[in-house]
DNA sequence: AATGGGACCTGCGCGC
DNA sequence: TGCGCGCAGGTCCCAT
């Protein structure tokens, strides 16, 4: 499911209504989605905690307690964190001090809730690449310039860049007019300029719209984010081009659906 | 080293 | 109406 723009819509939202109370229970429905410790801890060590501060690496949450530990979070496709929440359709349910309820939902299960001594030991979080608005164009540049890979999986690559996936990828690539399949070290000055110009800007944008709702992902009060009104290729296979009324195409590109305008983004050889 | 496929899972929409 | 297939905002692991 989400994106950066979607996990930092969910961390504000939690900022607003989750920091500084007490989580006094948890309600396990599904233990598949705890990835460690063990059940028991997990539960023991969540209880009478405080959320301290409220985090966000890449596509990762960070929820920091009062007991020094830190609860992580990876909603994967389908995860969904819901306050106040019902109980009813979660995998686990965290009992507030305020006697509300906030929800760990996840369809699919791919969802990882971690309790952790240290979240900075994390594999997935030392290998994280620079966040997006934290790199400058020189870097960026440098950073294309060693890579022979398409560039759209070395965008949705988290050790290369953290918080891009599938439809930002497409959104951005889009904007930049850059073929999806075009090796990284293979763009001109001029295009990685751009390139670099336009995740910041989509990004930005969507977080401002409080992400995209294309099935699942909605924010914590509930409702759907409304970036989806912006998209220009992602999902739109054969619809026409918002540019050049093109028809826009479908491929699969490193196992994923890439959604591209042919003649926007034309492919040099 | 880099790429591709499968695994992890459930559920939706589509065509027959 | 019902069934089977393809597909899904992610990441990890294994084979080549």
């Known amino acids: 499911m989400p994106e950066l723009p979607e996990v930092e819509t969910i961390k504000r939202e939690l900022t607003k209504t989750v920091l500084d109370k007490k989580i006094v229970d948890v309600i396990v429905n599904n233990p598949k989605v705890i990835r460690e410790p063990k059940k028991s801890d997990f539960i023991k060590g969540l209880t009478n905690v405080r959320v301290k501060n409220i985090l966000r690496k890449g596509k990762l949450l960070i929820l920091e307690l009062s007991s020094g530990k830190s ?3 990876h909603l994967k496709m389908t995860g969904q964190l819901i306050y106040p929440g019902s109980g009813k359709t979660s995998r686990v349910s965290f009992k507030l001090s305020d006697g509300k309820l906030l929800d760990f939902n ?10 952790l001594d240290e979240w ?17 164009l020189g870097q960026f540049k440098e950073m294309l310039a060693k890579k022979k890979a398409k560039i ?37 000055d001029k295009e990685k300029e751009i390139l670099f110009k336009e995740i910041k800007e989509v990004l930005r944008e969507a977080i401002r719209y409080g992400g995209s709702s294309v099935r699942d992902y909605v924010r914590v009060s509930g409702r759907g984010g409304d970036y989806i009104t912006h998209h220009k290729v992602y999902g739109r296979e054969g619809k026409s081009c918002f540019v050049c009324k093109t028809l826009i195409k479908r491929t699969t590109l490193g196992g994923r659906g890439t959604y591209f305008c042919p003649k926007c983004q034309f492919l040099l050889k």
């Open 71 to 73: 609860l992580a979070i």
């Open 106 to 115: 996840d369809s699919r299960l791919l969802g990882e809730l971690r309790l």
């Open 152 to 188: 759209k999986p070395l965008l949705m690559d988290q050790t290369f860049i953290s918080g891009i996936g599938n439809l930002y990828t497409a959104e951005i690539l889009f904007r930049a007019k850059i073929h999806p399949e075009r090796p990284a070290n293979s763009l001109s």
């Open 120 to 136: 900075r030991a994390l594999k997935f979080i030392k290998e994280l690449g620079p966040e997006p608005f934290d790199l400058s």
